[in-house]
Structure formats: C-alpha cells, structure tokens
C-alpha cells in the first residue's frame, strides 16, 4: 500500500482538446479555446494540456503560442503540458513552445483518442533518445502507461521524469463498481512500483468528479490528473469555473 503520509494532492491540468473540437466545427474563433484556458487557470487549476494531432482535428498548431502566452503573462506559476506522439514535427512544436512539461504517447495519428500506454521494453530503442533529447531541452517528460507493474522499470531507464497511467478502463466501467475496483488496484499496483523506481506518477483519461476520490485516495502520491472529456462535459452544465472548482475539491485541494 502506498503511504499516505504528508502528500499533497494531485494537482489539476485541463486538457483544452475537447473545446478545441467543438470550435473547429465551425470557421468561427467560438469558444475561445485560450479564454476557456483563462478561465480554468482563474478558477484554481493547476496547468493547460494540449495534444496537437498532426491533422489538427482538435487543438491547432496556433493556438500553442497563445496558451503558452496566457501562462506567461497572466499565471506564471501554472504549467503547460503538451502531449502527443513524438515525431520530429511533434519534437519541434514541443522545442518551440516551451511546455513544462512534454507526455509521449504511442498514438496512430488516425486514433480517436489515446487508448494504451507505450511497450517500454520492447519500444526503449525509440523512446530512450526522444527523451534524452527533451531532457536536455529542460523538459519535464512523462510516458503514457498501461497498468502494468512490470513495465515501470524499462520505462524509468528510458531517462523519464514520470508515467501517467492510462486510466479508460478504469473510466469505462462506471456502471460496474466490481470490474472498476479491479482496475483501480490495477493502477495502484502499477504507481507503487512506479514510485518504488524513482519515477513520479500522473494519471488521465475518462476522469470523473465521482472516480477521482477513489483513485486519489489509492494513490495519494498521485502528482497530477488531466481531464480534457469529463471536464468539458461537465462545464457545459456547471460552468467552466464552477466545473474546475468541482474537479479540485475531487482531487482533495
């Protein structure tokens, strides 16, 4: 079991790809994916992420220099988390706009969405010198991970900072509390072991104000949770402020 002693929560970063996908449905610059970014930052969360896709079907390639604008100018102690797979067209964005933080994920650019962490093992070749270089560029990385214990010590001696679990199947099975259990112990075995190497964990996908509690208090080191889907969902009822202060008072702040 993790100990629980003196950590903090997990902080908060809002993933801004689903208000990105509900602009581009029209030629219209509505809703401002950097004014909802604003608005999040203003009601207490913690960081901004993007994942700009190659077909920039959600978050643009422009709009990266304003988000990392925003955090400059108006909350320089917020974080900017970009995520995506690592070409060298993605390395290059990356190197140009200056993230605190940089999340590799193993996506095929047709993928809707992420839905598996990398194979370290069998992926380290590829991955050790993309992190090597962001590294020396001063980025914090983080790696997209399964639940999967076994995996965290190839994934550490790739030279990265952190993972950050992948928890959809965790989220997939809210209406079956037994199955989601499983998942969570799942996780929670995986950031034991994460944390056991010297690596920091954070977690995302298909977060909920209901599921974060539980997972929170399983992992309590847990460093950070993104939530892009949830989130929005959530805010088209609630409000973008009042939707991050309902995520924060989840993750225990």
Not at 168 to 178: I, V
Not at 202 to 216: E, F, K, M, Q, Y
Request: net charge negative; hydrophobic share 40%; aromatic share 6%.
């Amino acid at each position: 079991m993790i100990s629980e002693a003196l950590h903090m929560p997990a902080k908060l970063s809002v993933n801004l790809n689903a208000v990105a996908m509900l602009r581009n449905r029209r030629d219209l610059p509505w809703p401002s994916v950097t004014g909802l970014g604003r608005i999040a930052l203003a009601a207490g969360a913690h960081g901004l992420t993007v994942h700009p896709r190659p077909d920039e079907r959600h978050t643009r390639h422009s709009d990266l220099p304003e988000i990392r604008a925003l955090i400059d100018d108006e909350f320089p102690k917020a974080e900017f988390n970009i995520e995506g797979y690592p070409t060298e067209d993605f390395l290059a964005l990356v190197e140009k706009h200056q993230p605190e933080q940089v999340t590799l994920v193993p996506d095929d650019p047709a993928q809707a969405t992420s839905d598996h962490g990398w194979d370290f093992a069998g992926q380290s070749a590829f991955l050790t010198p993309i992190v090597r270089r962001l590294k020396k560029g001063g980025f914090r990385v983080s790696l997209f991970s399964d639940a999967d214990p076994l995996g965290v010590t190839a994934a550490r001696d790739t030279g990265a900072d952190r993972i950050e679990l992948y928890t959809g199947p965790y989220g997939g099975y809210h209406s079956d509390s037994a199955k989601a259990l499983r998942e969570l112990e799942s996780l929670a075995k995986t950031a034991e072991a994460a944390i056991a190497a010297g690596l920091q964990v954070n977690a995302g996908h298909d977060l909920v104000v209901s599921n974060i509690p539980p997972l929170a208090r399983r992992i309590p080191a847990l460093a950070e949770v993104s939530i892009g889907h949830g989130l929005t969902a959530d805010a088209l009822e609630y409000g973008m402020a009042a939707t991050v202060g309902r995520f924060l008072k989840a993750c225990g702040w």
